[in-house]
């Protein structure tokens, strides 16, 4: 029973050793940081969306990529279309909050906001991300 009991709390240990650890050494805890991709229509749609997310303090930081081609299925037909492409950097604990928002005010039906854990970077980077987006 006591190995059965340790087999299943060993994540939530093993999680709170590493945020023991990170705040005693100051070191960062891979994955709890992201890099959301966003798609736009286009420039003005971009910088709206991506001032939006920062009103709402869901990011540190947005960068808008200029216009890049795309090809991808829509309705069962081959769709072609250039688009703006923002990188959106926020806590892990964000994403799905920054996500709903996102959705609830992008003109596409379908938005692509794709996700990606941070598990390495320069370490003050990282750090000023997490000072600049509230915790939960």
């Not at 240990?13 to 070191?27: D, P």
């Not at 200029?66 to 069962?76: D, N, V």
């Not at 003109?107 to 915790?135: A, H, K, M, T």
């Amino acid at each position: 029973q006591v190995l059965t009991l340790l087999v299943l709390l060993y994540p939530l240990l093993q999680g709170l050793a590493l945020r023991l650890h990170s705040a005693v050494t100051g070191s960062y805890i891979p994955g709890t940081l992201s890099i959301a991709l966003v798609n736009c229509l286009n420039e003005q749609i971009a910088r709206d969306i991506a001032r939006a997310i920062m009103d709402k303090k869901l990011a540190a930081y947005v960068n808008i990529l200029p216009k890049s081609s795309a090809l991808y299925f829509w309705k069962g037909e081959l769709e072609e279309s250039t688009e703006i492409l923002l990188l959106v950097k926020t806590r892990t604990s964000k994403i799905r909050e920054l996500s709903n928002y996102v959705r609830s005010i992008h003109p596409f039906e379908i938005p692509e906001i794709i996700s990606l854990p941070i598990d390495q970077g320069n370490p003050l980077y990282l750090r000023w991300i997490e000072e600049n987006v509230p915790r939960d």
